[in-house]
C-alpha cells in the first residue's frame, strides 16, 4: 500500500531563513504534487512534478522530484509571513486517479 | 468559473441522522473526487466518478455512505446512520480528462459534526 510521508511536522521559522520540507513516499509514482491549505480554506495547487530531476518554482518556493529516492523536497527560500500555511504533498499514479497524501507541514513564519 | 462548489459548508447533527452533501464540479471537468480530512491530517481518498460512472471506490467508504453523479455534473455524498467517527471535512475535487498533470482542484469543503 502506498504510504506518504512528510516532515517536519510542524515548522516555525523566522522571516528571511532558508528551510526544506521532505516527502517520501513507498511505491512507484509518476506524479507528485504540492498543496497549500490556509486555515478553514480550500487546498490550492502549487507544483505537479511527473518526472525524475524534475525542479519547479513560484516565487520564494521551489519543488524538486527525485523519482529513485522516492523523494520530493519544497525548499522555502527568504521565508515571509505570507507563506504561513499548512503544505501537504500528495502522490499520483496515471492508472489510479487518486491522490495519497501527507500528513501535512505546518508552517509558521514569524518576524 | 466559480471553482469547486460545497454544501453546505457546515453541518451539525445527532447521532444517527442521515445528511446528504452536495458538489459541484468546476464545468467541464470530467471527474469528481470526494476525500475526507480529519484534524492534522491530510486528505484521504473516499472514491471518484470519471462522468456519471464510479470507478474506485476505497474502504473506508462503509455500506452507510453512498456517492452519486447522476448526470455527470454534480455529485451527492450521503452519509447514513451517522456515527460521532464520522465528524470530519468532506472535501470535494474536481478535474479535466485530459492532460498528463490532472490536477484535482479542491472546494473549500463541507464540515460536519455529529453530536
Known amino acids: 500500500e502506498l504510504k506518504v510521508e512528510q516532515n517536519p511536522l510542524f515548522l516555525s521559522m523566522q522571516e528571511g531563513k532558508n528551510y526544506t520540507i521532505y516527502c517520501n513516499y513507498s511505491?512507484?509514482?509518476?506524479?507528485l504534487y504540492w498543496y497549500r491549505q490556509d486555515p478553514g480554506k480550500s487546498l490550492e495547487s502549487l507544483f505537479v512534478l511527473l518526472s525524475n530531476g524534475a525542479v519547479k518554482q513560484e516565487g520564494r518556493l521551489m519543488a524538486s522530484l527525485d523519482t529513485k529516492a522516492r523523494l520530493s523536497t519544497l525548499h522555502i527560500t527568504a521565508a515571509v509571513h505570507d507563506l504561513s500555511a499548512t503544505y501537504f504533498c500528495?502522490?499520483?499514479?496515471?492508472?489510479?486517479?487518486?491522490?495519497?497524501f501527507g500528513t501535512g507541514t505546518r508552517l509558521q513564519v514569524f518576524p | 468559473d466559480t471553482g469547486v462548489s460545497q454544501d453546505p459548508r457546515h453541518k451539525i447533527t445527532k447521532r444517527g441522522q442521515n445528511v446528504t452533501f452536495r458538489c459541484d464540479p468546476i464545468?467541464?471537468?470530467?471527474?469528481l473526487y470526494w476525500y475526507r480530512q480529519t484534524l492534522g491530517q491530510g486528505p484521504e481518498f473516499l472514491t471518484y466518478?470519471?462522468?456519471?460512472?464510479?470507478?474506485?471506490k476505497s474502504r473506508l467508504l462503509s455500506d452507510r455512505f453512498s456517492a452519486e453523479r447522476p448526470k455527470g455534473s454534480f455529485s451527492t455524498l450521503e452519509i447514513q446512520r451517522t456515527e460521532q467517527g464520522d465528524s470530519a471535512m468532506y472535501l470535494c475535487?474536481?478535474?479535466?480528462?485530459?492532460?498528463?498533470?490532472?490536477?484535482?482542484?479542491f472546494g473549500a469543503g463541507t464540515r460536519l459534526s455529529v453530536l
Open positions: 511505491t512507484t509514482s509518476d506524479r
Open positions: 475535487a474536481s478535474s479535466p480528462l485530459e492532460g498528463a498533470k490532472n490536477i484535482q482542484y
Open positions: 500528495a502522490v499520483g499514479n496515471y492508472n489510479t486517479d487518486k491522490l495519497i
Open positions: 466518478f470519471q462522468n456519471e460512472a464510479q470507478l474506485e
Open positions: 464545468s467541464e471537468h470530467n471527474r
